[in-house]
């Protein structure tokens, strides 16, 4: 691992492991664990049913922009690209994805864990 990739692993760490309020997580934990949402290999949250709840929609939209606040934040402060912190991320997020909940394949289908 390169000094760059320790350095992005440490501060995506540190990002992700920030504490988001508590009902916000809880739903979104929630419509992971139905089913209706998970995690994506670019870091963002994507929607595995064709069909979810507005707030839910809005919800998903609003962490997404705050995860790519925090993946540019990381990017520009270590120069490197944005999607090679997304990829990072994403990577952290699908091992941390517990049994049961959606991820993205890399081929693009949703597979349960």
């Known amino acids: 691992?390169?000094?760059l990739s320790m350095v992005l692993a440490l501060a995506l760490g540190i990002c992700l492991s920030a504490p988001a309020p508590s009902y916000a997580q809880a739903s979104l934990d929630a419509a992971k664990q139905s089913g209706l949402i998970g995690e994506r290999p670019d870091g963002l949250v994507g929607f595995v049913a064709d069909t979810v709840p507005a707030a839910l929609r809005a919800q998903?939209?609003?962490?997404?922009?705050q995860r790519m606040q925090r993946y540019d934040?990381?990017?520009?402060?270590?120069?490197?690209?944005?999607?090679?912190?997304?990829?990072?991320?994403?990577?952290?997020?699908?091992?941390?994805?517990?049994?049961?909940?959606?991820?993205?394949?890399?081929?693009?289908?949703?597979?349960?864990?």
């Open 1 to 3: 691992m390169t000094r």
């Open 60 to 65: 998903v939209e609003q962490v997404n922009a």
């Open 73 to 113: 934040q990381v990017a520009r402060s270590n120069g490197a690209p944005v999607d090679g912190v997304q990829a990072m991320a994403g990577r952290q997020l699908i091992d941390r994805t517990p049994a049961g909940q959606y991820v993205l394949s890399p081929s693009g289908r949703w597979v349960k864990k």
